[in-house]
Each structure stands twice: as structure tokens, then as C-alpha cells.
């Protein structure tokens, strides 16, 4: 007596002895042919990754007036709200204000305001800088497993890297019959990154997922997890998991020194390496995740605010590219994160997805 795996309902092993047959990692809705037959096949489904997170250049400022509960200055800029900035080389001093986030009202292209009680006459000088660069973007969901065969097949897109302040574009959700994974999400330019996914797509700037594949939640900052969340801490090392997210950026309330943006952990499919902040000492950005297949890109190295790009991860099919001068290195093909950018930089792309079919 014979069996067949394909037509045998129990069956739910892994795909031993089984062939690689089919690779898709173009973004897009394709046909598939399977050979007529074969009824079940065996898919290894993986999300697009997440674009890195990209912040803005430094500020000039011409004119500061103080309220007593908030302060605004005129100055150019690409701020968003929320942004951490800081002040400095203003007189009168008390308009140095440091580490302080940019407020929604009032924000325009020509002003931004903080709050802080100081008052007094402007006279002269000042510029505004980002405490933090981008953050990296985070990976694209893994899942495996059998489904009936069809005649389609869906590919994530990665996340494209923007050199205009804020999160990085998220990845998008890859399917193959009823096995699905969600898309990174993008990197934050503040105090957040982007999570790695599972079977959902995360939404940008978002340190912490949603669904992992196995449907119970994902891991918070810092653990490790099948789906892991971002960096627990600026500039440190990210949590390991199957899919991981991005790493955090550095920074400091001086923009002074020398600093190194955080790492990615390490995973089958890794998130971008962070920023190393704007500082006027030897900057150094951090790595995109390790990948059990292939290398994250290593961040870019140097003196000033124009270095200190994040590397891209380590995707599923290929390496991560590395950052160069204030831009992002691009996430490897197979779901990778993008890195971070800083300084008005372009932020790296987040890698396509991929669809293996076994039979």
C-alpha cells in the first residue's frame, strides 16, 4: 500500500526531504503553477521590513520669545512634534534650553515652541538640533507551514527610506495560501523604533508589536521574543528573536563628545541599526542585526553630525547593506530593516519579502 503526504489531513511535519521549488522576492501579486497533483505544498512566508527612521538637520534660530509657560523660536525647520531638541549659542542663556520636545501647536516651517518658563529679550545667536537621529527600522514577519496550493502568491514590499523628518515607512504583510506574515514597522526619530513582526503588521514607530506567529502577543522592549520589540535603552543592543526590531538611536542633551548608536539583535530575519545621535565628537552608528544566514551592515564612522548612519539588517535571502555618512544602509532581501538617518540623510530601505515554496 501507498501514501501521499499531500493528501494525508494529519500530516504536519516540517519540510524534510521535501525540494525547494519556487522563490519569489519581487514585491507584487503573482501566479503560481504547482504541478497537477499535488494538493498540499509546504511555504516559508516572510514581511517586508521597515524603512529606518529619518531626522532632521540643525536649526538656525533668529528670535526666541518667551510666554513664562512656553517658549517659541523662529528658525527654520523640519521639526515634527514630539522631537526631542536642544538650544544652544542663544543670548540671553536662559533660551538654551536643552532636551525638550517640540509642541504641536504653533509648529510650522518657520517656528517651533517648547515648554519652559523662560522669558527675556532676545539678542543674538542659536541653533536648534535633534537629540536624536533615526532609529532602525524593524524586520518583517516569519511564518511556515502547509497549506493547500494555489495559483496566487502575494510579496511584501519593504519600506523605502525617505530622507524628510520622521518614522520610517513600514513593510507590508506577505501570503501564501493561509500562511501569512506582517510587515516591519518603521523607525521612530524620538524614543521609539521599530518593532519586528509576526503574522501582523506593526505600525510604524512602534517599539512593541502586536500578534506573534503564534498568536499570543509579542515581546516588550528588550525581551526576547519570536517577534521582538526594539532596543530597551538608547544606543544599546537589541533583543534576539526570529524577527527582530530596530535598534534605538543614541543621544545627549549637549551634542557634544562621541557616541555609538545601537544594534539590532540578532535573528533569522534582523531589524536596522540605530543612530549614533548628533554630536561633535567621533560619532559611530550602530549595526543592523546579525542574521543566522547573513550579515547586518555595519554603521557609518565619523566626526560630526553627517556620521553615524545606521547599518541595514541581516535578511532572510541576503545581507544588510552599510550606512554612509548621515545615510541609512539598505535591510537585506527577506524581510531586513532599514538603518537609521540623521541630519536630513536618506534612511535606509527596509528588504522585500519573500515567499519559499517546498514540494
Known amino acids: 500500500m501507498t501514501a501521499s503526504i499531500y493528501d494525508n ?8 526531504g521535501l525540494k525547494l521549488q519556487q522563490v519569489f522576492s519581487t514585491p507584487g501579486t503573482f501566479s503560481v503553477t504547482i504541478p497537477a497533483g499535488i494538493q498540499r505544498v509546504y511555504a516559508i512566508v516572510i514581511g517586508g521590513g521597515a524603512a529606518g527612521g529619518s531626522s532632521a538637520g540643525q536649526a538656525t534660530v533668529t528670535n526666541a520669545v518667551g510666554s513664562g509657560t512656553t517658549v517659541t523660536y523662529t528658525a ?72 493547500f496550493a494555489t495559483n496566487t502568491v502575494t510579496v511584501g514590499t519593504g519600506g523605502t527610506g525617505s530622507s524628510v523628518n520622521g518614522i520610517g515607512a513600514g513593510g507590508t504583510s506577505s501570503q501564501y495560501g493561509i500562511v501569512v506574515a506582517g510587515g516591519g514597522g518603521g523607525g521612530g526619530i524620538s524614543t521609539t523604533t521599530g518593532a519586528a513582526a509576526g503574522v501582523t503588521t506593526v505600525t510604524p514607530g512602534f517599539s512593541t508589536g502586536t500578534v506573534s506567529y503564534t498568536g499570543a502577543p509579542s515581546s ?41 548608536g545601537g544594534t539590532s ?28 544566514f547573513f550579515a547586518g551592515g555595519t554603521g557609518s564612522t565619523g566626526t560630526g553630525f553627517n556620521f553615524g548612519a545606521g547599518g541595514g539588517g541581516a535578511g532572510y535571502l541576503a545581507a544588510g547593506s552599510n550606512g554612509s555618512g548621515n545615510n541609512g544602509g539598505n535591510g537585506g532581501s527577506g524581510g531586513a ?14 528588504g522585500n519579502g519573500a515567499v519559499l515554496i517546498y514540494y
Open 9 to 16: 489531513s494529519s500530516f504536519t511535519d516540517t519540510p524534510y
Open 220 to 260: 516588550p522592549n528588550g525581551t526576547i521574543g519570536y517577534a521582538a520589540g526594539g532596543s530597551a535603552a538608547p544606543g544599546s543592543t537589541g533583543p534576539a528573536g526570529v524577527s527582530t526590531g530596530g535598534a534605538l538611536s543614541n543621544g545627549n542633551g549637549s551634542n557634544t563628545g562621541s557616541l555609538t
Open 265 to 292: 539583535g540578532r535573528g533569522l530575519i534582523t531589524g536596522g541599526g540605530a543612530c549614533a545621535g548628533y554630536v561633535t565628537g567621533t560619532a559611530t552608528g550602530g549595526s543592523g542585526g546579525q542574521g543566522d
Open 76 to 147: 527654520n525647520n523640519n521639526f515634527s512634534s514630539g522631537q526631542i531638541v536642544n538650544m544652544a549659542g542663544i543670548t540671553p542663556s536662559a533660551y538654551n534650553i536643552t532636551s525638550q520636545s517640540v509642541l504641536a501647536a504653533g509648529l510650522s516651517s518657520t517656528q517651533f515652541a517648547v515648554t519652559n518658563a523662560a522669558v527675556g529679550t532676545y539678542v543674538s545667536g542659536g541653533t536648534a538640533t535633534p537629540y536624536y537621529g533615526g532609529s532602525g527600522g524593524g524586520a518583517g514577519g516569519f511564518s511556515a507551514g502547509w497549506t
Open 337 to 350: 530593516g532599514g538603518g537609521g538617518a540623521l541630519n536630513g540623510g536618506t534612511a535606509g530601505n527596509g
